[in-house]
Structure formats: C-alpha cells, structure tokens
C-alpha cells in the first residue's frame, strides 16, 4: 500500500516527493508511468486524513494549504530532485500521522 510507505518515509523526516516517487517505484515497478498519479492520491488522501505535514515549497518552510498541495501536485513533476526556480513539495508525518503509523490504522503488509 503506497499510503503506507509514504508515511513511513514521512514519520523519519521531511521528504522530497522525488525522493517518496523514487521508493515507489522500487516496490511497484508495474506501476510504470501510472507512478505519479498513485502518488499524487496517496499524498492527498494522506493530507486529507491529516497525517501529513502539508509541505515546503520553493525552499522555504511554509505550511501549505490542501488546495495549495493539489496545485503542486498536479503542475509540478516529482521524478527529478530539485533545482533552482523548482517548485517542490516537501511531507512529512503530522503527530496524528505518526500516531497513525505506528498504531498500525493502515495495517497488515503493505501490498506490492
């Protein structure tokens, strides 16, 4: 489950979405170019769940609105690292997220 392997990377650190994409792709190879677009719902059901951090973009530390998000998420692609004049999105685990995570609410193993 993409969902779950998000919030692992997110309750270590704050992660770039290339870096998530880059995961991702390792453990779902059959997802092919469907990649992004598994990523960008996974990332905005994690949002909408709250258990997300909503980001930093262009660099600096800014809390990003849901609707916000979505924009990135849909204009920006996730394959590369950033550079500069990038539009990135940063995630990282919200406390609730974290409980979440390791409480198990998105239990078993996840699917590949």
Known sequence: MIEHEILSLA?????GLW?????VVQLWPALGQDVE??????VLNLLDRGWL???LLDGRATAL?????REVLRS???????HEG???????????????????????????
């Open 86 to 112: 990038s539009r990135d999105l940063w995630i990282a685990a919200t406390e609730a997220g974290e409980r979440a995570y390791f409480s198990g609410a998105l239990a078993g193993s996840p699917e590949r």
């Open 37 to 42: 677009e598994a990523l960008s719902k996974a």
């Open 76 to 82: 920006a692609p996730v394959s590369a690292p950033p």
């Open 53 to 55: 951090f909503e980001g």
């Open 19 to 23: 870096e998530i994409r880059s995961q």
């Open 65 to 69: 609105r849901r609707d916000r998000a």
């Open 11 to 15: 309750t270590e650190d704050y992660q």
